[in-house]
Every structure is written in C-alpha cells, then in structure tokens.
C-alpha cells in the first residue's frame, strides 16, 4: 500500500480528507480505493457514523493477505476490518488470522427473513460475511476510430493480429491464468480441471507467451480505465465497476466484452486482535443489511449479497434513466458465458502460481 494513500477521517456524517492515519478513529476500514470505496463510503460509513457516532479511517490496499498476517503475527494490528476477495478469506481463516463471525447476530431482511436464509448461497463463512458479487471482464472504448469490427470474446483479446496494441492486464495469476485458457478454446466448465493439471498450467502460460511483449500490466483498480482514457492500451481487463463508473460519472465511452468474464465475491473479515472488535462487528452487521447493500448498488454495479438487496436494485443515484440491474455481473445478457473463481483452487494454489507467475514476468 502506497504511503500516499489517502485516509478518510470521519466523524458524526461530516469527514475530512488526511494524509495520516495517526489521528484517533474508532473504526479502519480497508478497502480497494476508487470508486468501489466510494460506493461504499456513502452507503455503508456514512450513515454508520450518523447512527454510531463513531469516527472512521478508510485506508486503500491492494488485496491479498500479507498485510493482514504481518499485522497479526507481530501482535500489532491497526486494521478493523478488510474487504478481501473469497479465496483469500478462505486462507486467511484457515491460517487463523480472523476472529469467528456469528451468522445469527446478522441483521433479518425487511420482511423478516434470517440473515441465513437470506444471503446467497455461498456468500457467508466461518470468519467472513459477503458484501458484494463483482466481475473481471475487459474493455475496450468505442470512440476510438480504428479499423476491426468491435470485439466480441475472449479470443479476441488474445488476437493481436485483428487487434494489434497494448494490452492491459492484471500483475497476477489469478483470473488471468483463466482468461488465458478461455481464450484458448477451454470452455468455462472446463477451466479449473485444466488449470489443476500441470500441463493446463503449461498451456496457461503458453497462451500468455503470445501477449506478453504487448501487456501493460495494472495492480490498482483506478488504473484500467486510466489506461485506456489515455490511449495506452486498446483493451484491458478491469473490474467492471470500475468501468460503469468511467462511463456513468466521467463520460467514457467504454464499452465492456462480457464473454468470459469471472466473477467473484468480495467480503468482509475482521482481522484477528482488532483493538476495535465490537465496533467492527457492529460495522459490518450494518453495512450488510439489505437497505445498505441496496444503496451501495445504486452507485456501482455489483451485485448485493442479499436477495432481499437484489430486489431492491435501483436506478444509478445521480441519474434515474438509469437502471443499475441491467449493468449487474448476474444480468442474464451478461451471463451467458460466465465463470466463477474457484475459491478452493486458489487458496490451495496461490503461492504456488503466484511464484511460477512471477518467474515466467521476470524471464
């Protein structure tokens, strides 16, 4: 994480922006920054402190759990509460490095409905409770004059003979591993069998091999949509809130390739020796509620965690022409070819691939 990164210090619904977290707040809340925490800012920190009292640091990173470890095993741990990516929920639990979370202590749907019935499947574990489904997808802006038909799939980003320029593309095996064999013809079925086999590894890798002189590669959310508004790259892969936000507040015109694209599950865990335990708990109980995840989606389009939040879906908060539902990762028209992360392969798999990934940047 940046030492630039900025800090958001919020006390009662007013909040000041500072360059140091060395101010007292209640609660550090770490997120991935960009129009994601913003979403989240207004929907969850915001009326968590008018309720509270409460005073909130928003800090950015970039994913993973060396951090949240670090922090853990030197018995000094500033962070409250992360959003982390599923698979490294999984790990980081496994590792013993988050306190337990008591499901029954979840807010029930409006109607009255059990938080337990009520979240989707697959999207409340022993140390983590989901927020959000989002997506990995790529992009390309449509404004730009060239002369190829407007891409259509996976391949196509791979095909630098159609498609000639620089490609933009996550630092990191995950998602990138998949889309490499998806582009290879593997169907979305398919992909994890083949990527558990050292020969789908191989041929991972060898797919990368055709694109790699023509990849800039990103680590930041913010950094996609500035790479293509910049005329850097031709395609990217981003997530695709990300994208909506560059398109609905800014004015790009960016057009996302649904084909392929891997979705996933962000979550929220508590870190284990959080000075503040019963305020991240209280936290994270509101800010998954099915009014808070409703609200969150009218500024980006991820998916709630929560039926009861799903039938709430809206219109975009500062433009009623537009319907958020449509733009959603799980929109029928933007599902039909479509590929979950494989939590387990990863948090069994990541060191592994990630120091084969490295290897293979670095020859």
Same mark, same amino acid.
């Given at each position: 994480?940046?030492?630039?990164?900025?800090?958001?210090?919020?006390?009662?619904?007013?909040?000041?922006?500072?360059?140091?977290?060395?101010?007292?707040?209640?609660?550090?809340?770490?997120?991935?920054?960009?129009?994601?925490?913003?979403?989240?800012?207004?929907?969850?920190?915001?009326? +968590?402190?008018?309720?509270?009292?409460?005073?909130?640091?928003?800090?950015?990173?970039?994913?993973?759990?060396?951090?949240?470890?670090?922090?853990?095993?030197?018995?000094?741990?500033?962070?409250?509460?992360?959003?982390?990516?599923?698979?490294?929920?999984?790990?980081?639990?496994?590792?013993?490095?988050?306190?337990?979370?008591?499901?029954?202590?979840?807010?029930?749907?409006?109607?009255?409905?059990?938080?337990?019935?009520?979240?989707?499947?697959?999207?409340?574990?022993?140390?983590?409770?989901?927020?959000?489904?989002?997506?990995?997808?790529?992009?390309?802006?449509?404004?730009?004059?060239?002369?190829?038909?407007?891409?259509?799939?996976?391949?196509?980003?791979?095909?630098?003979?159609?498609?000639?320029?620089?490609?933009?593309?996550?630092?990191?095996?995950?998602?990138?591993?998949?889309? =490499?064999?998806?582009?290879?013809?593997?169907?979305?079925?398919?992909?994890?069998?083949?990527?558990?086999?050292?020969?789908?590894?191989?041929?991972?890798?060898?797919?990368?091999?055709?694109?790699?002189?023509?990849?800039?590669?990103? #680590?930041? &959310?913010?950094?996609?949509?500035?790479?293509?508004?910049?005329? #850097?790259?031709?395609?990217?892969?981003?997530?695709? &809130?990300?994208?909506?936000?560059?398109?609905?507040?800014?004015?790009?015109?960016?057009?996302?390739?649904?084909?392929?694209?891997?979705?996933?599950?962000?979550?929220?865990?508590?870190?284990?020796?959080? $000075?503040?335990?019963?305020?991240?708990?209280?936290?994270?109980?509101?800010?998954?509620?099915?009014?808070?995840?409703?609200?969150?989606?009218?500024?980006?389009?991820?998916?709630?965690?929560?039926?009861?939040?799903?039938?709430?879906?809206?219109?975009?908060?500062?433009?009623?022409?537009?319907?958020?539902?449509?733009?959603?990762?799980?929109?029928?028209?933007?599902? $039909?070819?479509?590929?979950?992360?494989?939590?387990?392969?990863?948090?069994?798999?990541?060191?592994?691939?990630?120091?084969?990934?490295? =290897? +293979?940047?670095?020859?």
């Amino acid at each position: 994480m940046s030492g630039l990164t900025k800090k958001l210090i919020a006390i009662a619904g007013a909040s000041v922006f500072v360059s140091s977290a060395s101010m007292a707040a209640d609660l550090t809340v770490v997120s991935w920054g960009g129009a994601y925490t913003k979403s989240q800012v207004e929907a969850y920190h915001k009326p +968590w402190m008018a309720k509270s009292g409460k005073a909130i640091v928003s800090e950015d990173y970039g994913g993973g759990i060396a951090e949240i470890k670090a922090q853990v095993e030197s018995g000094n741990v500033s962070w409250d509460i992360v959003d982390v990516e599923l698979s490294d929920a999984i790990r980081a639990c496994d590792e013993g490095l988050l306190e337990t979370i008591d499901h029954s202590k979840l807010p029930a749907s409006p109607d009255g409905t059990p938080a337990v019935e009520d979240f989707l499947p697959g999207t409340l574990h022993d140390c983590a409770v989901a927020n959000i489904v989002w997506s990995s997808v790529y992009v390309y802006d449509k404004s730009q004059t060239r002369n190829w038909n407007a891409p259509k799939s996976m391949a196509d980003f791979f095909n630098t003979q159609a498609y000639p320029g620089k490609r933009g593309m996550r630092k990191s095996p995950k998602v990138t591993m998949e889309f =490499a064999l998806i582009a290879d013809g593997v169907p979305v079925s398919e992909v994890y069998n083949v990527l558990s086999t050292e020969e789908g590894i191989a041929r991972a890798f060898a797919k990368l091999d055709t694109i790699k002189d023509d990849v800039i590669w990103w #680590e930041a &959310g913010a950094q996609p949509p500035q790479l293509l508004a910049d005329g #850097e790259v031709i395609f990217t892969t981003a997530w695709n &809130g990300r994208i909506f936000n560059a398109v609905a507040s800014e004015g790009q015109k960016f057009e996302m390739v649904w084909d392929g694209q891997i979705y996933d599950l962000d979550l929220w865990v508590i870190p284990k020796g959080s $000075k503040n335990k019963e305020a991240a708990l209280d936290f994270l109980a509101f800010s998954t509620a099915t009014e808070q995840l409703a609200a969150q989606a009218s500024w980006i389009p991820y998916g709630p965690a929560r039926a009861s939040a799903v039938a709430r879906i809206g219109t975009y908060h500062s433009d009623d022409t537009i319907q958020m539902a449509s733009h959603m990762p799980t929109a029928p028209g933007n599902f $039909k070819n479509a590929l979950q992360n494989d939590y387990e392969f990863w948090a069994d798999n990541a060191d592994q691939l990630n120091e084969r990934f490295n =290897a +293979w940047l670095a020859k």
